[in-house]
């Protein structure tokens, strides 16, 4: 069985080593998952370059996110059978509620992750994937997918016709996107680059700007939509600013990207937020219930995942090489085979 470990944190991409490894056996309410696909999330690149708040495991599998199929079960697996198609939880000891810090466990982090051709998960730490997705698309829900349904859905629930902004075109961004258009909203979204603006509104956007040509875009949003209603703020420093104008006087913005890859914080500028009454709120991912009430949307409406590229399980490292440049659009999938 092959698979990798990261040998140590803060080396960049030298420190992925493949290595072949014995078969595993699952223990008592465990179950051995055959992977067929996985993805990347910006936190593994956080992870390779020791820039992520939580401390991995030395030598662990990297990745959260990963789909396959079972192939074994340990004594008293109630949840799975063989032949079950599963993808895991992030925080894998989180079930329901609210996030403690009892549950801090994450896969591919503090816990062994997916970038493995098997992978031994607890039975807890796993959840039934819909039928119409291929391994590839089923590979993506677990990080991104699962913040933008929290994001949308985590607190009030914005009503049809409430405008949604998105940032971007990463993982984060697009199901934010298409779970908004899910739940009746309109959707604003920016890019960086002009040249992704008909792929965004291919995807359902109702308005798009491009922040190269329009650097005062919150204004320009503001006066189009009479105010933005929610924000999934993945831009974090240059975008939070233009985010809080565009917003509505009672608008909340759910901030996902605190601080840049460099270390700069955001920072609220005082005299837009004097006159504002903006809520702003944070996430972390979401919880095994959460995840599974996104997977039973998805299911529902036979919603599909935007897929960037695919990359060869061998060449796991130009996968890490092509999403850490950050030109992508929707997810960066590796496949296991
Ligand atoms: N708190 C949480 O639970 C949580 C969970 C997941 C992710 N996150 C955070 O959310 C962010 C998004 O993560 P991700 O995995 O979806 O993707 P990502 O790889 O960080 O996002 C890539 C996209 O960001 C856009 N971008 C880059 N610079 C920009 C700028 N100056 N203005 C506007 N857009 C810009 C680019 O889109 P364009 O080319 O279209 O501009 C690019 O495609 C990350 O910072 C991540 O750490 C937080």
Redo the contacts with the bound molecule.
């Keep these: 069985m092959l698979r990798y470990r990261l040998e140590e944190q803060g080396n960049g991409i030298d420190a992925l080593a493949m290595r072949e490894e014995a078969m595993q056996r699952p223990g008592p309410h465990q179950i051995l998952v055959r992977v067929h696909a996985t993805s ?4 593994d690149t ?1 992870i390779l370059n020791g820039t992520y708040p939580l401390t991995p495991r030395a030598g662990m599998v990297p990745l959260s996110d990963g789909a396959g199929e079972v192939v074994a079960i340990g004594e008293g697996v109630a949840r799975f059978a063989v032949g079950d198609r599963v993808t895991g939880s992030y925080f894998a000891r989180w079930v329901d509620g609210r996030m403690h810090p009892g549950v801090v466990d994450q896969l591919g982090c503090t816990l062994d992750g997916m970038l493995s051709e098997y992978a031994l998960l607890d039975e807890q730490w796993a959840a039934r994937l819909p039928d119409h997705l291929s391994w590839q698309e089923a590979a993506t829900f677990t ?2 997918g699962l ?1 933008a349904w ?1 994001a949308l859905t985590g607190a009030e629930i914005p009503k049809p016709g409430q405008w949604v902004l998105t ?9 934010a996107l298409q779970f908004a258009k899910l739940a009746g909203c309109r959707v604003a979204a ?4 002009a040249e ?1 603006a008909d792929r ?1 509104r291919a995807l359902g956007a109702d308005l798009v700007i491009a ?1 190269a040509e329009t650097p005062e875009w919150g204004l320009k949003l503001r006066e189009a939509t009479g105010g933005v209603d929610l924000v999934v703020e ?3 420093p ?2 939070f600013p233009q985010s809080l104008i565009a917003s509505q006087l009672h608008g909340r913005i759910v ?3 605190v601080q ?1 890859q460099k270390g700069r914080s955001i920072e609220i500028p005082g005299a837009v937020y004097q006159r504002s009454l903006v809520t702003i709120g ?5 919880s095994r219930n959460g995840l599974e009430a996104m997977l039973a949307a998805v299911a529902t409406h036979r919603l599909r995942p935007v897929i960037d590229s695919v990359f060869p399980f061998i060449e796991a490292r130009d996968a890490y090489r092509h ?1 850490q440049q ?4 929707g997810k960066v999938v590796i496949d296991v085979a």
């Design positions: 990347l999330n910006r936190r956080m990080c991104a913040t929290s940032i971007g075109s990463g993982g984060v961004a697009l199901f920016v890019t960086s680059r992704k965004l922040t993945t831009g974090g240059p975008t901030l996902l990207t840049d944070r996430v972390f991912v979401g999403f950050g030109d992508v659009f």
